[in-house]
Structures are given as structure tokens and as C-alpha cells.
């Protein structure tokens, strides 16, 4: 059963560019969350997705910043006309309901360079 | 707002030598509390989690404490080795298991 997978694991983008970044949650697990370390902070919460639904945005950047989790296929987050201060690591995890149980499963993240 | 606080930043020991990292929150209102492990560029490994109503969890040479009333976590490694050189993250689950990180404690074992 393979874990939460990320793709891709490095990504270099110039200003103004668009990164995107995607993440295939666990066999069975419907539920998916985007979370973002900045250098020297802890993680932050961005965004909680279900199949074809965004739950909770509450952490997302206001511009630029996009979450999707089609039917079929990764879920996709995806910034726009990118700035140096999103330089970070981008953490992808699962979940297989929405119990309040702390439960998530954690991508090896994508760490995005901009230059 | 909840926010998480871990002390100290940054910690160097011996190898063999118990240490106690620790861990504050300032919302009691939480489902439970987890331990993580970051080794560089990798993904969060879960070590431990503690529902809010127990007191502690053990696992191996690790044991996590929860104060819930007070706000406060420990973790407890016993005979440090240089394969527990990592960052330690600990987070508190609230409403939508949306997960709160502190900033992490980064432990070096050494020879």
C-alpha cells in the first residue's frame, strides 16, 4: 500500500511563473490536506479537501493560491505568478474520513525554489 | 487562535544521555496531541499520539506526557542515540483534524 505521494519533490520557478504541485493521497483515503513550512516556522495549515470539494480554505493565501481534488486524479495545488516568499516546503497528507482524529498520512513534501 | 510553542529550540547531547523535550499550547479545547519526527527533506514520521483524556503514551524508549488542563506535552527519549538526531514536531488536533504544528525542536545525539 503505498503511502501519500508528491510530485515533484524539488521544483525551481522564476518570478511570475506558475508552480504546480500534486499529491496522490493513500489508497482509500479521500480526504486531503496541503500544509506549508516556511524557513525556520512550522507547519501551517493551508487547505482540506474532499473528493471534488474544498472543505476548509481557512489557510490559504487570499491571491494566487489554488486547490483542486478532481474525481479522478491527484489533487493539485497550484500558485500563481510566484514570489520569492513562497519559497518553502509543501506537505500533502491524508486521511480516510474526517474524524476528528489526528490521524494524517504525510507526503516526503515539494520543496519549491523561487528565484 | 491556537498556538503551539516547543522549548527548546535547538538541543545537543551525548549520546546515551534521557532528555525531555517540551511542548505548550495555549487553546485546551483539543482532540488530542501528537509527537512527529522530520528527518532533513523527508516527510513527518507520527512517533506518538495521546487522546485528550489519557495522560501518556509509550512507545520503545519514547514516552509522551499530556497536561491537557495546563497546556502542556513532553516527550521523553531515553538513552539517546545518534539515530534520533531529527527535528521533533509536536501538534494538537482540533475541529476538521486540522493539525497545529509548534516550530520544532532540532536534536543532535552525538558520539
Known amino acids: 500500500n503505498a503511502g501519500v505521494m508528491q510530485n515533484p519533490r524539488h521544483l525551481v520557478r522564476r518570478r511570475g511563473q506558475e508552480a504546480r504541485l500534486r499529491c496522490s493521497p493513500m489508497?482509500?483515503?479521500?480526504?486531503v490536506y496541503w500544509y506549508r513550512q516556511l524557513p525556520e516556522e512550522g507547519l501551517k495549515f493551508m487547505v482540506y479537501?474532499?473528493?471534488?470539494?474544498?472543505?476548509?480554505e481557512s489557510g490559504m493565501p487570499k491571491e494566487r493560491f489554488s486547490a483542486e481534488f478532481p474525481k479522478e486524479g491527484p489533487s493539485i495545488l497550484r500558485i500563481q505568478q510566484v514570489v520569492r516568499g513562497d519559497s518553502a516546503a509543501y506537505f500533502c497528507a491524508s486521511s480516510q474520513d474526517r474524524r476528528n482524529t489526528g490521524e494524517l498520512f504525510f507526503g516526503e513534501g515539494s520543496r519549491l525554489t523561487v528565484l | 487562535k491556537q498556538e503551539v510553542t516547543q522549548i527548546p529550540a535547538a538541543l545537543s547531547v551525548p549520546e546515551g544521555e534521557n532528555l525531555v523535550l517540551n511542548c505548550s499550547f495555549t487553546?485546551?479545547?483539543?482532540?488530542?496531541l501528537q509527537w512527529f519526527r522530520q528527518d532533513p527533506g523527508k516527510g513527518l514520521t507520527s512517533l506518538l499520539l495521546?487522546?485528550?483524556?489519557?495522560r501518556e503514551q509509550t512507545s520503545g524508549r519514547l514516552n509522551a506526557s499530556l497536561d491537557k488542563s495546563s497546556g502542556r506535552s513532553t516527550l521523553y527519549i531515553a538513552a539517546s542515540q545518534p539515530g534520533d538526531s531529527a527535528t521533533y514536531l509536536c501538534a494538537v488536533t482540533g475541529g476538521g483534524n486540522k493539525l497545529t504544528f509548534g516550530t520544532g525542536t532540532q536534536l543532535k545525539v552525538e558520539l
Open positions: 489508497k482509500g483515503h479521500s480526504h
Open positions: 487553546d485546551s479545547a483539543i482532540y488530542n
Open positions: 479537501l474532499q473528493k471534488e470539494n474544498i472543505i476548509d
Open positions: 495521546i487522546q485528550s483524556s489519557q
